[in-house]
């Protein structure tokens, strides 16, 4: 949505979204009345009946003479097979290769070998893709044997003026916030090592944020408070916290490329410095190189006890909250993904 309503000054936009809990009419009209067109439907059923019925669903919404940007696999799927004029595969994940990589079972199933060959068909046929990761376009370009011209990286945003800079607190309390759905591709484990370590030194608060639709996997945590608010709270609790952790577990393989979380950036924004894993997507490099958070690699005691005194050094840098938020605005700004998108449409009608 902070994509979409910024667009549509400059264009007119129709969403479809499959909704698990259908929204009421007061939240359609908050949406119409910035001049989006929406057609929520029902999500349905889980399972393979269900996917089947959204795809079909979704296909009989597209309007194929219009320029279409499918978010994801099974929209892009019913673009494909929509033939529009003009579409875009907007890649969020290496879906395929992340499932296998968290199921029980990493070997190569007749499910896995018909999501690569839905996602190698995605990336033949789209007029355009996006990725979130410069790390995952090598991938994409000896994988599918694409021309990397096809290929744009729009980086997971945030919108540096709702998410701004907060001084940090004077407290002699660490504030930690986790936030997000808490999939199991979330190295839990090392993050209470982290949690734990830091208690043997400082006073240290846990607040864990889960969204609607998380799993179960954060009561695990070793956190002190839970809630669950709406993002448009998450830049007040943000700002009271003083370090978010974002750790994926590294050995997840190739799907790890393509992995860009929006709460990192969310964090960076606020002046908030971050932990997160060395092989997550652009994450890792850009955190190390601009002095913003920790990079884990490992998990033994002595890294644990590396990455607590790593962090506590960089919470008495005075200059910290700078660099989060430069980091920000130049490599996560929201206004600097909407102006790549308007150019990536523009391109469509010449």
Same mark, same amino acid.
């Given at each position: 949505?902070?994509?979409?309503?910024?667009?549509?000054?400059?264009r007119?936009?129709?969403i479809?979204?499959?909704?698990?809990?259908?929204?009421?009419?007061?939240?359609?009209?908050i949406?119409?009345?910035?001049?989006?067109?929406?057609?929520?439907?029902?999500f349905g059923?889980?399972?393979?009946?269900?996917? +089947?019925?959204?795809?079909?669903?979704?296909?009989?919404?597209?309007?194929?003479?219009?320029?279409?940007?499918a978010?994801?696999n +099974?929209?892009?799927?019913?673009?494909?097979?929509?033939?529009?004029?003009?579409?875009?595969?907007?890649?969020?994940?290496?879906h395929?290769?992340?499932?296998?990589?968290?199921?029980?079972?990493?070997?190569?199933?007749?499910?896995?070998?018909?999501?690569?060959?839905?996602?190698?068909?995605?990336?033949?046929? =789209?007029?355009?893709?996006?990725?979130?990761?410069?790390?995952?376009?090598?991938?994409?370009?000896?994988?599918?044997?694409?021309?990397?011209?096809?290929? =744009?990286?729009? =980086?997971?945003?945030?919108?540096?003026?709702?998410?701004t800079?907060? $001084?940090?607190?004077?407290?002699?309390?660490?504030?930690?916030?986790?936030?997000?759905?808490?999939?199991?591709?979330?190295d @839990?484990?090392?993050?209470?090592?982290?949690?734990?370590?830091?208690?043997?030194?400082?006073?240290?608060?846990?607040?864990?944020?889960?969204?609607?639709g998380?799993?179960?996997?954060?009561?695990?945590?070793d956190?002190d408070e839970?809630?669950?608010?709406?993002?448009?709270?998450?830049?007040?609790?943000?700002?009271k916290?003083?370090?978010g952790?974002?750790?994926?577990?590294?050995?997840?393989?190739?799907?790890?490329?393509?992995?860009?979380?929006?709460?990192?950036?969310?964090?960076?924004?606020?002046?908030?410095? @971050?932990?997160?894993?060395?092989?997550?997507?652009d994450?890792?490099?850009?955190?190390?190189?601009? =002095?913003?958070?920790?990079?884990?690699?490992g998990? $033994?005691?002595?890294?644990?006890?590396?990455?607590v005194?790593?962090?506590?050094?960089?919470?008495?840098?005075?200059?910290?909250?700078?660099?989060?938020?430069?980091?920000?605005?130049t $490599?996560?700004?929201?206004?600097?993904?909407?102006?790549?998108?308007?150019?990536?449409?523009?391109?469509?009608?010449?």
């Open positions: 949505m902070a994509y979409v309503r910024k667009i549509v000054h400059k007119p936009v129709r479809i979204s499959f909704e698990k809990e259908m929204p009421d009419t007061s939240s359609i009209r949406i119409q009345s910035a001049g989006i067109a929406w057609t929520p439907l029902p059923r889980f399972g393979v009946l269900g996917g +089947l019925s959204r795809l079909i669903r979704m296909w009989l919404e597209i309007d194929r003479k219009k320029i279409i940007h978010r994801g +099974l929209s892009g799927l019913a673009a494909l097979l929509r033939f529009p004029r003009f579409w875009i595969w907007d890649c969020r994940s290496l395929a290769d992340q499932r296998r990589a968290l199921s029980d079972n990493r070997s190569v199933t007749p499910t896995f070998i018909a999501m690569r060959i839905v996602e190698y068909f995605l990336a033949k046929q =789209s007029a355009a893709i996006i990725v979130i990761t410069n790390a995952v376009i090598p991938l994409f370009i000896s994988r599918y044997k694409i021309p990397k011209k096809k290929i =744009s990286m729009i =980086s997971t945003c945030v919108d540096t003026e709702r998410f800079q907060v $001084s940090q607190s004077q407290s002699s309390t660490i504030k930690i916030l986790l936030a997000g759905t808490f999939s199991p591709a979330y @839990i484990i090392l993050m209470n090592d982290i949690i734990a370590k830091l208690r043997e030194s400082r006073k240290v608060w846990v607040t864990v944020a889960a969204s609607v998380t799993t179960q996997a954060w009561k695990i945590l956190y839970f809630v669950s608010v709406q993002h448009s709270e998450m830049p007040n609790l943000i700002a916290s003083d370090l952790l974002s750790i994926w577990k590294n050995d997840l393989g190739v799907c790890l490329t393509s992995v860009a979380s929006t709460k990192a950036a969310e964090f960076l924004a606020c002046g908030r410095p @971050i932990f997160v894993n060395s092989l997550q997507g994450f890792g490099s850009l955190v190390k190189a601009n =002095s913003v958070g920790v990079v884990t690699l998990a $033994s005691s002595d890294e644990v006890e590396d990455y005194s790593q962090i506590l050094n960089l919470l008495a840098d005075p200059d910290l909250g700078r660099r989060c938020r430069a980091l920000a605005e $490599s996560f700004n929201l206004n600097n993904g909407v102006a790549r998108l308007l150019e990536i449409y523009s391109t469509f009608e010449k």
